[in-house]
């Protein structure tokens, strides 16, 4: 037995099901379809999808309402022919009109959050949330421009070759003897030394380089790449990342409590609650859950929670290393799957103080692992 989406998700398709389903078999083509879709062969009848629906369009198949019965087929349909399960359905997605696209940075998320979509500078809805209350901390660190080499790597280099050239240039009177081949003692004498430089160049180059390829996209293989992205509207993502950040904040960061009863936990979403402002900067962030001492909302800890669609190279520059301070770690927590990619555009905004983790959604609630 599968289940059934019908027609309640029209014009709806909200995406709760999809990150609940635990082997991602609902989609849909974003611009194209009304509606979203069960593969009959592929669900496993767990029913994870169907209390995560906020209309309730989802049925198992032995009890789809006698007026929906249709949707089974259309269900199973789309997956050998969309064309015609879209026609059955009503047509393709409406476009949406303008004016409801530019009303869209209207809402007062906080800047963390409301700068995801576009990548703005985090600071950009600081003005939406003027009466949150402000958590002072030391700035950061200007992200680093990353290269090839390295001041200390290039004097271990240039060491490395001026020993390797004077070994062939000056080899000494010959004291081994291999064949035809003759090894000066001034070359026997230096090769041990030389040895050594090259593993100090090696060592000093590995943070370098590791940076330096973190400005550069990983190569994915050909199995990893979808044949059609199907991504969710912006609605549906915002209705996920702030059940994701709820949830953390009350598994996670659940203060104050008995064992720490002088620690606070503010959530900054839907609505902004307490800033972060770094010293001498009076720009006012907004991280998905702060938690403070208390009193003097000294910060223990900043945490930024990201969803697929979230996890970029502008996100990391214009949102986690603005976060970034002397006094508290960034906790960053990225859908399960994209923690190399993660990585990767922490190290290439110059982020040191930050820790990793990942979260995904179950048929059992949410699961978080450190990294």
């Known amino acids: 037995?599968?289940?059934?989406?019908?027609?309640?998700?029209?014009?709806?398709?909200?995406?709760?099901?999809?990150?609940?389903?635990?082997?991602?078999?609902i989609h849909f083509e974003e611009g194209k379809d009304r509606i979203l879709y069960i593969n009959p062969t592929d669900c496993i009848d767990c029913g994870a999808c169907q209390p995560a629906c906020p209309v309730s369009a989802?049925?198992?198949?032995?009890?789809?309402?006698?007026?929906?019965?249709?949707?089974?087929?259309?269900?199973?349909?789309?997956?050998?022919?969309?064309?015609?399960?879209?026609a059955q359905v009503g047509g393709e997605a409406a476009v949406p009109a303008p004016a409801a696209a530019a009303a869209a940075p209207s809402s007062a998320a906080p800047a963390a959050a409301a700068a995801r979509p576009a990548a703005a500078p985090a600071a950009a809805a600081v003005p939406a949330a003027p009466q949150a209350a402000v958590?002072?901390?030391?700035?950061?660190?200007?992200?680093?421009?990353?290269?090839?080499?390295?001041?200390?790597?290039f004097v271990w280099f240039v060491l490395f070759a001026g020993v390797f050239v004077l070994m062939f240039v000056v080899p000494g009177p010959p004291v081994l003897h291999f064949g035809s081949v003759s090894i000066g003692l001034v070359m026997a004498a230096l090769l041990p030394i030389d040895v050594i430089l090259g593993v100090m160049f090696i060592a000093s180059q590995v943070r370098e380089l590791h940076g330096f390829a973190?400005?550069?996209?990983?190569?994915?293989g050909g199995w990893r790449s979808l044949r059609a992205e199907i991504r969710r509207n912006e609605e549906s993502r915002r209705?996920?990342?702030?059940?994701?950040?709820?949830?953390?904040a009350r598994e996670r960061f659940a203060f104050p409590n008995a064992e720490y009863p002088d620690l606070r936990t503010y959530v900054n979403l839907p609505e902004p609650t307490l800033a972060l402002e770094p010293r001498g900067s009076g720009d006012k962030l907004f991280?998905?859950?702060?938690?403070?001492?208390?009193?003097?909302?000294?910060?223990?800890?900043?945490?930024?929670?990201?969803?697929?669609?979230?996890?970029?190279?502008?996100?990391?520059?214009?949102?986690?290393a603005q976060l970034e301070n002397q006094d508290a770690p960034?906790?960053?927590?990225?859908?399960?799957?994209?923690?190399?990619?993660?990585?990767?555009?922490?190290?290439?905004?110059?982020?040191?103080?930050?820790?990793?983790?990942t979260w995904r959604w179950t048929p059992n609630g949410m699961l978080v692992r450190e990294d």
């Open 1 to 25: 037995m599968t289940f059934v989406i019908t027609e309640p998700c029209i014009d709806t398709t909200d995406q709760s099901c999809v990150s609940v389903c635990p082997v991602d078999c």
């Open 239 to 248: 209705y996920l990342l702030a059940e994701t950040v709820q949830q953390i």
């Open 330 to 357: 960034v906790y960053l927590y990225v859908p399960a799957g994209m923690l190399a990619r993660a990585k990767d555009y922490a190290g290439s905004a110059g982020m040191k103080r930050v820790k990793f983790r």
């Open 214 to 220: 973190a400005t550069h996209e990983r190569r994915l």
């Open 287 to 320: 991280p998905d859950i702060l938690t403070v001492s208390y009193p003097g909302n000294r910060p223990v800890a900043v945490v930024q929670v990201e969803t697929r669609e979230t996890v970029t190279r502008d996100q990391a520059t214009n949102v986690w």
């Open 58 to 86: 989802i049925f198992p198949e032995a009890e789809v309402p006698a007026a929906s019965q249709r949707f089974t087929a259309i269900n199973e349909l789309w997956y050998a022919d969309p064309a015609a399960a879209r």
């Open 135 to 153: 958590a002072q901390v030391s700035a950061g660190h200007a992200p680093p421009a990353h290269q090839p080499l390295s001041p200390a790597g």
